[in-house]
């Protein structure tokens, strides 16, 4: 499989994650949104909007390593001024982490996340690309969930 890279040899955005996810769990998390989808077919307007809402605010995974990264930095560095040094190599890691994660799209706290089905970006608005798709937002009607969820992946 040919790896879009961005100009510094790097995986392109949408594909960092992914490819540092295990076949199994990136699996889980397309058939997960699949299983989304699929009561949606058919479903009135104002039951899609609601979901699209629901979707809009879902956390993707980079806002949840941000938020657990700065956490834990947060609390190392504290810790680290009330009770003891040592503590302070908690926002060294945090830091090393997140860095490691913005460069390859991997971090060591990525598989668990995966595991646990947080979704990228890209896979969350896959997701609303197949509910406006069956809404009828791009002309005609489409009434099957895996053929919206197929022009969602190659629009």
Same mark, same amino acid.
């Given at each position: 499989?040919?790896?879009?890279?961005?100009?510094?040899?790097?995986?392109?955005?949408?594909?960092? +994650?992914?490819?540092?996810?295990?076949?199994? #769990?990136? #699996?889980?998390?397309? $058939?997960?949104?699949?299983?989304? +989808?699929?009561?949606? %077919?058919? %479903?009135?307007?104002?039951?899609?909007? %609601?979901?699209?809402?629901?979707?809009?605010? $879902? /956390?993707?995974?980079?806002?949840?390593?941000?938020?657990?990264?700065?956490?834990?930095?947060? %609390?190392?560095?504290? *810790?680290? +001024?009330?009770? @003891?040094?040592?503590?302070?190599? !908690? &926002?060294?890691?945090?830091?090393?982490? *997140?860095?490691?994660?913005?460069?390859?799209? /991997?971090? &060591?706290? !990525? &598989? !668990?996340?995966?595991?646990?089905?947080?979704?990228?970006? #890209?896979?969350?608005?896959?997701?609303?690309?197949?509910?406006?798709?069956?809404?009828?937002?791009?002309?005609?009607?489409? /009434? @099957? #969930?895996?053929?919206?969820?197929?022009?969602?992946?190659? &629009?």
């Amino acid at each position: 499989m040919d790896i879009p890279r961005n100009a510094y040899g790097f995986p392109a955005t949408d594909d960092r +994650v992914p490819l540092h996810t295990s076949d199994r #769990a990136n #699996a889980r998390i397309r $058939e997960r949104t699949m299983e989304n +989808v699929r009561p949606f %077919a058919g %479903a009135a307007t104002r039951k899609i909007d %609601a979901r699209i809402d629901a979707l809009r605010r $879902e /956390w993707d995974i980079e806002r949840t390593l941000e938020a657990n990264a700065s956490a834990l930095a947060l %609390a190392g560095c504290v *810790l680290g +001024v009330a009770v @003891d040094k040592r503590f302070l190599v !908690l &926002p060294v890691l945090a830091a090393g982490f *997140l860095f490691q994660h913005s460069m390859q799209g /991997w971090c &060591p706290p !990525l &598989p !668990l996340l995966r595991r646990m089905g947080v979704r990228t970006s #890209a896979e969350i608005h896959e997701e609303i690309l197949a509910l406006r798709t069956l809404r009828g937002d791009f002309g005609g009607e489409v /009434w @099957d #969930a895996d053929d919206a969820m197929m022009q969602a992946m190659n &629009p």
